[in-house]
C-alpha cells in the first residue's frame, strides 16, 4: 500500500539554525501539505502546495517558513532560522486532489529546538 | 472562524462501547473524518462521513452525524486495549485544508 514517508524521524537543532525537513508524498498525488503538533495540542495547518507554488497558509506560516519541490518526488518544509517555539511534530501529508476525501499522512518528524 | 471541539478525555473499561463527540462549525465541510495516533505514531485515518449522510458503519466503529447541530460523534463498539490511542475529529476546508480538534486520549481499562 502506498504511504507517504518522512525523514528525519527526529531532529534536533539549536535555535538559530536553518532546519529541512522531508517528505516522500503519494507518488500520484498532486496536493501537498504540512501540518504541525506542538506536545499535547492539536495539530495544526500550516500550508499547501500545488502545482509549484502555495495554494493556502495559515498565520503560523510566516516569512521563516519556506516549502519547495525540488524534484519529482520530494516535498521540504524549511525553518531559516528556528526559535524555542517550533519544537514540535511536523506531519506531512498528500492527496490526489483538493476534494480528495483522503488525505494520507506521514509517519511525522519531531523537530526539537534547543 | 472555524474550529473543532472535543472532549479531552475517556476512560472506557475493555468490551465495552467508547463514544467519542466532536462539534465542528464550518458548515460547508465536504467530509467529517475521525484520525487515530497512537504513542509516538503518526495520523491514521480510521473512517469518515459523507456530510450529507447521518450514518456509517464499518465494522465496530459508528460514526453518527448531526449536521443541524454540528455534532459528529465516533462509537466503537466491543473496545479492545489496542483501541487506546488519541483520537482526532477533523473537517476538511478550502484547497484541502484539514481542521483538527485537539483530540480525545481514550484509556482503555481491564
Known amino acids: 500500500e502506498p504511504e507517504v514517508t518522512q525523514t528525519p524521524s527526529h531532529q534536533v537543532t539549536q535555535m538559530g539554525q536553518e532546519v529541512i525537513l522531508r517528505c516522500v508524498p503519494i507518488s500520484n498525488h498532486l496536493y501537498f501539505y504540512w501540518y504541525r503538533q506542538i506536545l499535547g495540542q492539536k495539530v495544526e495547518f500550516l500550508v499547501s502546495f500545488y502545482n509549484n507554488e502555495i495554494s493556502e497558509k495559515s498565520e503560523i506560516f510566516d516569512d521563516q517558513f519556506s516549502v519547495e519541490r525540488p524534484d519529482g518526488s520530494n516535498f521540504t518544509l524549511k525553518i531559516r532560522s528556528t526559535k524555542l517555539e517550533d519544537s514540535a511534530m511536523y506531519f506531512c501529508?498528500?492527496?490526489?486532489?483538493?476534494?480528495?476525501?483522503?488525505?494520507?499522512f506521514g509517519p511525522g518528524t519531531r523537530l526539537t529546538v534547543t | 472562524g472555524e474550529d473543532v471541539e472535543q472532549s479531552l478525555f475517556l476512560s472506557v473499561r475493555e468490551g465495552d462501547s467508547s463514544v467519542i463527540n466532536c462539534t465542528y462549525t464550518d458548515s460547508s465541510s465536504t467530509y467529517l473524518y475521525w484520525y487515530k495516533q497512537e504513542p509516538g505514531a503518526g495520523l491514521q485515518l480510521l473512517t469518515y462521513?459523507?456530510?450529507?449522510?447521518d450514518m456509517k458503519q464499518d465494522q465496530r466503529l459508528t460514526v453518527l452525524l448531526n449536521k443541524k447541530d454540528k455534532h459528529l460523534s465516533l462509537r466503537i463498539a466491543d473496545t479492545q486495549t489496542g483501541d487506546s490511542a488519541i483520537y482526532f475529529c477533523?473537517?476538511?476546508?478550502?484547497?484541502?485544508?484539514?481542521?483538527f480538534g485537539a483530540g480525545t486520549q481514550v484509556v482503555v481499562t481491564p
Open positions: 477533523a473537517e476538511n476546508g478550502s484547497w484541502g485544508k484539514f481542521q
Open positions: 462521513i459523507f456530510s450529507n449522510m
Open positions: 501529508a498528500s492527496s490526489y486532489d483538493s476534494s480528495s476525501y483522503e488525505q494520507y
